[in-house]
């Protein structure tokens, strides 16, 4: 039998809408109603098998950021996206790993939702601009302009310096060595003076409900961690496509991200809310 083409193309599907979403959770629903609709489709009568069910996820991924974007205004504490564990592999596609990177997820939380789906379909998938047209409504003139607006967003917020994964995965496992043994001096040593930790803890768990700025400031926090807490551990994983930490809090599981550049650390995503630590177990499977 001929595999389905919603299932072949399955980790594609999910892949776009965390994306446009920057919540597994939300986008395994996305792909879900998706599925119910394709299962209407009479296939015969498409004729771009991958375009139209990128077409399909994508008004259903809109329709739930707009529902999306009105809840996060009510939340507690800073937002941050969901992250995932992934397999290493997901690093040899540099473009797709740089677009899943809680880094870039988070900037691509400051586009609109038209913007955010433009952006996403066309500079991490590659769609043709007409295509991006008939998926959110718009005319193909509209989405140029739209395209040019969202990269210059974007280009302004994203991490500036290109980090080789060697140097990555140095970085992180020196600052999870230094978090776990409370060394102030070696964390000071490896922070950018301006660098910024961000955490959320969405109300379910401890954490800074604004970032806090400053090497001193982040290094003071993060080296008196383990000495507030009966046992705390730090290990390292790969999480969107990137080196990053695994840490357990008194047996509760938190994730760390970090962006690099020139060999210290600019910024610190702290992921403490239960409800966004549910993919840490088996590696998401992403694809373009």
Do not use: C
């Amino acid at each position: 039998m001929t595999e389905d083409p919603f299932v072949a193309h399955r980790s594609l599907l999910f892949t776009v809408a965390y994306e446009m979403l920057g919540s597994a959770a939300d986008a395994e629903d996305v792909v879900q109603e998706s599925w119910l609709r394709w299962a209407d489709v009479d296939q015969s009568q498409v004729r771009d098998l991958r375009v139209y069910l990128i077409r399909v996820v994508t008004r259903q991924a809109l329709n739930r950021l707009r529902t999306l974007s009105r809840r996060r205004e009510e939340y507690v504490g800073e937002w941050l996206p969901e992250p995932l564990l992934t397999s290493p592999d997901v690093a040899e596609d540099v473009e797709l790993a740089e677009s899943v990177s809680i880094a870039m997820l988070t900037v691509l939380e400051t586009l609109g939702p038209a913007e955010r789906a433009v952006f996403v379909l066309r500079e991490v998938f590659e769609m043709p601009y007409g295509e991006i047209a008939e998926a959110i409504g718009k005319s193909t003139a509209t989405v140029r302009q739209i395209v040019r607006r969202a990269r210059e967003h974007v280009a302004a917020r994203r991490p500036r310096v290109p980090v080789s994964r060697s140097e990555q995965q140095a970085v992180v496992e020196r600052f999870l060595i230094a978090l776990r043994t409370g060394q102030l001096q070696e964390l000071l040593e490896l922070m950018a003076p301006d660098v910024v930790l961000i955490a959320d803890g969405g109300g379910f768990a401890a954490a800074a409900r604004a970032p806090i700025h400053g090497a001193g400031p982040v290094a003071k926090l993060l080296a008196r961690a383990n000495q507030v807490v009966a046992a705390f551990e730090a290990k390292p994983v790969w999480l969107n496509g990137a080196p990053a930490g695994r840490i357990e809090i008194d047996g509760e599981p938190a994730a760390v991200s970090l962006v690099v550049e020139h060999g210290r650390v600019a910024r610190i995503y702290v992921m403490r809310n239960p409800r966004k630590l549910t993919r840490m177990d088996e590696p998401a499977e992403l694809a373009r």
